[in-house]
């Protein structure tokens, strides 16, 4: 199997990856932002199909869509009380666009397709670079901003009495998961992208109780679904995002079952 | 020599067609303990809010000494919205309070002040309990923890014992007072318990409809308590 250059892309691609959306993902979690991650999928869909309108890379136009787009969402349900029907109008409006571009662009289905279901096989070396670089830039501004985003993330009530600018750290993180969100894109697509986001930091927060520790395991956890999510696709030349969606969904099951079990 | 920490001038805050509290003036010095009395909807959390600067007064402002990014000022509610399955340890939720551009990983100092506080609290044995399982109490001392780990020249408790058991207010109410009488720490004690601001504080501010009142603990009679209640 790794003697085919585009699987040892793909497991590349992939672990840089699952690492990013383990990571991010604690905070998506501590934020209670999952359904603005499915959201900011969906956005990086029409995105997507823009880049391919425009002559962009797809990769190029989920970037500057869900940038733009995460931080109006944010802004938009900043108030809690409507801040599902703001993300949903958001939703709708974006999934139109995305099809208005594919139709504009003359590409067929198949673009659309690839762009929704993901295609990690078809990584090539440039494409790994670029996810590379996006990955070292995401992790970098989490890593600076770190005990910001722990505090804003956790204990948003202390973090504004401690007078941190909390509008500024959630900007940020809304624009490190719209990064997540476009490179995360490339394995499992834009319509499965929340499940490397959100389950298997769901499932870690039942098994550490540290920053740290649930990042380490979600990080575990994104890897171990990436990887036997490849191999499955590989032996079974069934989609790879099937098995990606079916592992950590698996994971996430387990860990309530153990949870419910220890109480 | 009385050094003023916080000054409350001509302070006035109204909501559209409902003004909260208006004109007031107030010195707090450090080292005061002071109590904040009256009955709900006098405008207490608000006034605690405008002092932490996450209301803007209709008019009048609030002044720290020497300046507000000079002090430090921890704050304690009375309810924070933790789920049952928070999963953060009750330490973890107390380490939170140290932020800044420094390294994720906490200074051999940060971990010491954070020991250090986790014993005055007594909550050594159970520092590794998730706070989503923790009591009522347990919550309310972790609350306070954070507050106190980043050593505040001034500590707002905004109601943070009213949910307490009595052993429990005590127990926490005696450790602000120690910190209090020892290190100078200021408080502000927003309460409806009258014999615990008797027992703890050395002044007072009374709200009420009527307007508000101030001045040291020992002069607040029966008549004022009952009068705030019934304005």
Known sequence: MFSY????????????????????GVF??????????????????????????????????????TTVSSVLVGQLSAKTSRRESSISAISALFIGLGILFISLSNKNASYATNILFGSVIGIDAAAVHQLIWLSVAVLAVIFVMYRFLT???FDPVGASVHGLWTNVISIVFLVILAFSVSVAAQVVGSLLIFILLTLPASAAKYFSHSVVGMMTIAVFLALIGVWGGLYLGYVTNWPVSFFIAAI???????????????? | MTEPIIALDHLTVSFPGHPVFSDLNLTVNRGDFLSILGPNGVGKTTLMRTILHQLKPTSGRVVYYPSRREVTVGYVPQFRNIDPEYPLSIRNFIELNFPGFRLPWLSRNERLTTNAIIQQTGLTQIEHRPLGEASGGEKQKAYLAQALV??????????????????????????????????GLTVLFVTHDIPMARRYSNRYLMMSKGGTESGRIQDLSDQQVWRSDHV
């Open chain 1, 151 to 153: 505090f804003d993330s």
């Open chain 1, 5 to 24: 250059v585009f699987m040892q892309n793909a497991y590349l691609a992939s672990t840089i990856i699952a690492i990013i959306c383990g990571i991010v």
């Open chain 2, 150 to 183: 980043e050593k505040p020249d001034l500590l707002i408790l905004d109601e943070s014992t009213a949910s307490l058991d009595p052993v429990t207010k005590t127990e926490l109410l005696d450790l602000v007072k120690r910190l209090n009488e020892t290190s």
């Open chain 1, 28 to 65: 998506v979690i501590a934020r209670n932002m999952s359904f603005l991650t499915h959201t900011l999928s969906e956005i990086g869909f029409a995105g997507a199909a823009f880049g391919l309108f425009a002559g962009w890379s797809a990769l190029g136009g989920m970037l500057l869509f």
């Open chain 1, 248 to 263: 950590e969904a698996g994971f996430y099951f387990c860990a309530l079952l153990i949870e419910r079990f220890k109480k």
